[in-house]
């Protein structure tokens, strides 16, 4: 049997809460969003790429935002001590470049882990709390705020590469 991305039910982001609630609710929404622009495709689909000369693909797009969720709420805001999940110093866009022999849903296993991981992360960290933006500890002070601020223009950037991706695949459109 063929393995295919699952289906997803997007929820719908929240036309009211306080500022915690929304973020975190327009995030959850773009984190839906890229996983309904994947639902129901092959791995090969998923390691189909855009146009050329780019190699961005579906797949790609996922391990990649495992690896950004991993990097921000994780490693930087709550300062744990992880090492990055595709990319290496040999190929440091690992997670857009290595999907040839990815394993799809090994992949999506790992992105559906780091989501949770980056929820729970979040959770205990108020969205004032600062940190150094940087790996080496520099000047640079960003908070929880400017995190998920980030993510969902990070994610609503991607999502709109996955739309015409999956349009170039299969012809679906939509939201």
């Known amino acids: ?10 929820k719908h982001e ?6 915690r609630t929304m973020l975190e609710g327009w ?4 984190r839906d969003t890229l996983l309904l622009k994947c639902a129901g495709l092959t791995a090969e689909q998923l390691k189909t790429p855009s146009v050329e000369p780019s190699n961005l ?6 391990r990649h935002m495992a690896e950004v969720e991993r990097w921000w709420f994780r490693i930087r805001a709550a300062g744990q001590q992880l090492d990055d999940l595709y990319c290496t110093e040999a190929s440091p866009d690992g997670d857009l470049d290595d999907v040839a022999d990815a ?17 729970q992360a979040a959770a205990g960290l108020s969205l004032d709390q600062t940190f150094a933006r940087r790996r080496d500890g520099g000047t ?3 908070n929880v705020r400017w995190v998920y601020v980030h993510m969902i223009e990070e ?15 299969d012809g679906v459109t939509g939201a």
């Open 155 to 169: 994610y609503a950037r991607h999502n709109g590469h996955a739309d015409l991706i999956r349009e170039r695949i």
């Open 103 to 119: 394993d799809a849903a090994t992949d999506f296993a790992t992105y559906a882990a780091e989501v949770e991981a980056a929820r």
């Open 27 to 30: 995030l959850d929404y773009h």
């Open 140 to 142: 640079d002070e960003i």
């Open 57 to 62: 693909t579906l797949l790609g797009l996922v």
């Open 14 to 19: 929240p036309y009211v809460g306080d500022e």
């Open 1 to 10: 049997m063929t393995w295919k991305a699952p289906e997803i039910s997007r």
